[in-house]
């Protein structure tokens, strides 16, 4: 018979999965409803730029200048035959096969962008007015310290892996897994870390011993084009190609053969370059976004929510909330949540923030005009209250840090990544019913964040646990955000709708090599084998089945009660083992 406490969890159990579903339906109706057909989105695609709501959009925004302007766009003619002539150099010249080329190569990065410093912080100064401080300490600090850590143990990456663990008839033959190059690569690069996320890109294919095309955002045309003058003059042509362009440019490129394919970007147009590379099987690593939560927890204490709003407000705010990981929005427990904004509202105001306006040298502006109008739209469309900021300048693409509270899941912020200077926060009672609002509406984000005055560790705190385990993340950080990207020993990457694969340091170096099981087998001693010969009988089969057993076809475990994670114990294993041997030798020579 249960007893009370059982009964009690199980009611618990029955609520909470009430709730749960109630909550997905709710979800369910919203997306539905606010789905646009498939005819919409090209037309929003193609149209975005001009279309507004009426009364609620900037009066004007003006033209973009042409990128042409500073940029020299690559002929498609000549992207054909850049590709055709990397892919048969590969094949014929095989140069980046060897690991002393691949080094020197990276060496010629790393001066090129060492020496260049001030002119590249410059060139993205003049494409979006970031300051020369954010450009060094989130771009090129960081991707100098991967570019020297990938040097320092490429040299151990490379070295052929002796596979453990084999069966016993094969223990006497070298058999190991080696890396080999793909072969030529194509990596498209976004606007946002325009110089981190395609030079990291870049070192991962080099690294791996591939030919590379690089393509890189044409938002960013005086990054774009100092970037190709830097690489064009230190990069083997052999190897290595720059194409620069727009649209039709990167259509041509798309309609090449390549042996993998990396794009870092939107959701949307990564279906596109997914759907396109299927057509030729060809790979693809996926760096792409979605809508990355914060969640402050209801034991979030007096003494630490100004630590929290300061990491809250860098996370967003960073690079004019134009970061793939930035905290998209924040959901505050509502015994928290007043607090929380209060301090926000003073971080913008007084520390980070003070005397902010669209002259200021030190915060970045949105990218391009189409994406100025959109977020401007999203915050004067938005139902909840702005707090802190909504000023926008549409000469100079300037929004200044926004904060919008008591929002709901149905604002115009939570319908699509942000990606600029907007944070909604949103209150929350029920953990669980939160944590199911993300999944329903905004699954497998590319990060996700979680800030508590508790326990850090999953198995101390059981709500960290339950985001943790609940929301499938490309990455997790408890009491921080964004920082996880830096590492340089640490794979980064997306799952579902936020990406596929991951790279940085090691995880660079696998995703642009094929791991190959070579086994070099001796010609002599043939007559060992032969039990694995035709004609087939009963001792042949027995003598095969000892040598292919691991563990002298025994286990560990029984057909009930639970398994031992940890495996078969050490003196387990060397006793079966030791009796397949037995067992070998014993049936091969009553085979004779």
């Known amino acids: 018979m249960p007893s009370k406490n059982g009964n009690k969890a199980a009611a618990q159990a029955e609520k909470v999965a009430e709730k749960v579903e109630k909550a997905a339906a709710s979800a369910a109706q919203t997306v539905e409803k606010n ?103 989130l771009e090129i600090n960081p991707f100098l310290n991967e570019l020297v850590h990938t040097m320092a143990h490429l040299h151990n990456w490379a070295k052929p892996e002796p596979v453990q663990h084999l069966p016993l008839i094969m223990k006497a033959n070298p058999i190991y897994i080696e890396r080999i190059p793909l072969g030529t690569v194509l990596v498209i690069s976004p606007f946002n870390y325009p110089l981190f996320l395609a030079l990291s890109s870049l070192v991962a294919a080099i690294s791996g011993g591939n030919c590379v095309v690089l393509k890189v955002s044409e938002f960013n045309p005086h990054f774009a084009q100092l970037l190709t003058n830097l690489l064009t003059k230190v990069l083997d042509p052999d190897t290595f190609a720059m194409v620069n362009g727009a649209v039709p440019e990167t259509t041509t490129l798309l309609d090449q053969r390549f042996d993998k394919i990396m794009y870092t970007g939107s959701t949307a147009v990564g279906t596109i370059i997914a759907k396109k590379a299927a057509e030729t099987l060809t790979p693809v690593l996926l760096e792409l976004g979605g809508k990355s939560p914060a969640f402050v927890l209801e034991d979030a204490t007096d003494a630490d929510l100004p630590i929290i709003a300061r990491r809250l407000v860098w996370a967003r705010f960073t690079n004019a909330g134009q970061t793939c990981v930035a905290v998209d929005y924040v959901l505050a427990h509502e015994k928290v949540k007043a607090k929380l904004v209060e301090h926000i509202v003073k971080v913008i105001k007084e520390d980070f923030y003070s005397g902010l306006d669209a002259k200021d040298p030190t915060y970045t502006h949105i990218i391009h005009s189409r994406a100025f109008e959109n977020l401007s739209n999203m915050i004067a469309k938005s139902k909840g209250n702005v707090v802190v900021g909504g000023d926008t300048n549409a000469a100079t693409r300037y ?139 009963e001792k042949k089969d027995n003598v095969l089945g000892a040598a292919m057993s691991q563990y002298n076809n025994k286990v560990w475990f029984g057909r009930t009660g639970n398994v031992n994670v940890n495996g078969p114990g050490s003196i387990w294993s060397v006793w079966h083992n030791l009796g397949g041997l037995r067992n070998l030798v014993s049936s091969f020579v009553s085979s004779l």
């Open 35 to 137: 789905a646009p057909s498939a005819a919409s989105v090209v037309s929003n695609e193609s149209t975005a730029a001009s279309s507004k709501a009426a009364g609620n959009a900037p009066k004007s925004v003006p033209k973009d200048a042409d990128p042409r302007n500073v940029l020299d766009y690559t002929p498609q003619d000549e992207i054909v035959a850049k590709v055709a002539k990397l892919r048969s150099n590969f094949h014929t010249k095989r140069k980046t096969h060897s690991l002393q080329y691949r080094l020197n190569q990276l060496r010629n990065i790393y001066f090129a962008v060492k020496d260049n410093v001030d002119e590249l912080a410059e060139a993205l100064y003049k494409d979006f007015g970031r300051s020369h401080s954010e450009t060094k300490n």
């Open 399 to 537: 929004i200044s840090p926004t904060v919008i509270d008591n929002v709901d899941w149905d604002d115009s912020t939570m319908q699509q990544e942000i990606f600029g200077p907007i944070l909604p926060i949103l209150g929350y009672t029920d953990l669980e019913l939160a944590v199911q609002e993300v999944i329903n509406r905004h699954d497998t984000p590319l990060a996700s964040y979680v800030f508590t005055s508790g326990p850090r560790d999953r198995n101390k705190n059981p709500q960290v646990d339950l985001i943790r385990t609940a929301i499938r993340s490309g990455g997790t950080i408890v009491n921080d955000a964004l920082m996880h990207v830096s590492l340089a020993n640490a794979p980064f990457g997306g799952i579902g709708q936020s990406g596929q694969g991951a790279y940085h340091g090691y995880y660079s170096f696998r995703a642009f090599t094929h791991e190959r099981t070579t086994m070099e087998q001796k010609l002599a001693m043939d007559f060992t084998l032969k039990v694995r010969y035709p004609p087939y009988e």
